[in-house]
């Protein structure tokens, strides 16, 4: 029986998803009700109730289950010993692998029409945030596994400078493709990030 219900709740939380994508889009996210999320569903609204308190945890909670699959691809996705060669020969940890990025992405493509509604449906950029963190992670993990060892300071840049430039670099290039329709291919896409790996910001320019 708790198979049975576990399932039946799976499907009214994707009617619920899918309602709250559609509503966005159509009347924005500061404009729907629960009502109107329950009638798009097909559900009533205590049906609503049980799995969500108001509009605000249903975001918060698909956004973190949209995050909890990310995190899950780039992790499983990631080699332990990828490796990159830098400008100068050096070859380093590989955080952002082609195969691991490519993998999100397609789950991003696959599923744009909600990252479009959330990335519409407000103005803290609760999603980039969150991708940034998830990028963080996946720094430290690959880190580890390669053996690095922590530093206070990259090439005289303190450590909370220099992960924030890695993973602005790469949080950006996705969060644009996003906002701009995912009008490329996943594979597009790593290869602009692959060119930024061994790029030096000032060399884009020239």
Not at 116 to 122: H, I, L, P, Q, Y
């Amino acid at each position: 029986m708790a198979s049975v219900t576990g399932k039946r709740n799976t499907q009214t939380e994707a009617k619920i998803k899918a309602a709250f994508t559609t509503l966005v889009q159509s009347k924005g996210f500061d404009a729907l009700t629960v009502s109107d999320i329950a009638r798009t569903a097909g559900i009533n609204r205590g049906t609503f109730y049980m799995h969500y308190v108001d509009k605000f945890d249903l975001r918060r909670q698909l956004i973190d289950d949209t995050i909890d699959d990310l995190t899950e691809i780039l992790i499983k996705n990631a080699e332990p010993d990828g490796q990159v060669t830098t400008r100068t020969g050096r070859a380093i940890c590989d955080a952002f692998q082609t195969r691991a990025i490519a993998e999100a992405l397609r789950y991003v493509k696959d599923d744009y029409a909600f990252f479009d509604a959330v990335s519409r449906s407000g103005n803290d950029m609760q999603l980039y945030d969150r991708l940034k963190e998830v990028l963080k992670k996946l720094i430290m993990t690959q880190a580890k596994r390669f053996g690095a060892e922590p530093q206070s300071s990259y090439n005289g840049i303190p450590a909370d400078y220099a992960m924030e430039i890695l993973v602005s670099a790469v949080s950006s290039i996705i969060w644009l493709w996003i906002r701009r329709g995912c009008k490329e291919s996943p594979d597009e896409i790593c290869l602009i990030i692959e060119k930024n790996k061994v790029t030096a910001p000032i060399d884009v320019l020239w």
